[in-house]
């Protein structure tokens, strides 16, 4: 099983990003995929989510209207669009890929907000 995430970078406060996560090895579509991040120093928190087929997502509550989780099982692919990013949204992104009690994890992406 592989996760892997790619599209960050450095922005500036206000600008957006879009990640993406492609996985392969696993039956995509069966899997929740989760995005968190991890800030120098702070624990891990979870972004957003998407289920399986797509039809649900959740965010973290300093995430909504910010942040967009979506999905493309054709592709293997989940993304995290970011707008209004602030320089607290600096942070290793991680992917997840959740179902039952089975987790994968991707190696992470640096987004760093600066001006």
């Known amino acids: 099983v592989q996760l892997v995430e790619s599209g960050g970078g450095l922005v500036q406060p206000g600008g957006s990003l879009r990640l993406s996560c492609a996985a392969s090895g696993v039956t995509f579509s069966s899997y929740a995929m989760r995005w968190y991040r991890q800030a120098p120093g702070k624990e891990r928190e979870l972004v957003a989510g998407i289920s399986g087929a797509g039809g649900n997502t959740w965010y973290t509550d300093s995430m909504k209207g910010r942040f967009t989780i979506s999905r493309d099982n054709a592709k293997n692919t989940v993304y995290l669009q970011m707008n209004s990013l602030k320089p607290e949204d600096t942070a290793v992104y991680y992917c997840?890929?959740?179902?039952?009690?089975?987790?994968?994890w991707g190696q992470g992406t640096q987004v760093t907000v600066s001006s």
């Open positions: 997840n890929a959740h179902l039952y009690l089975i987790d994968y």
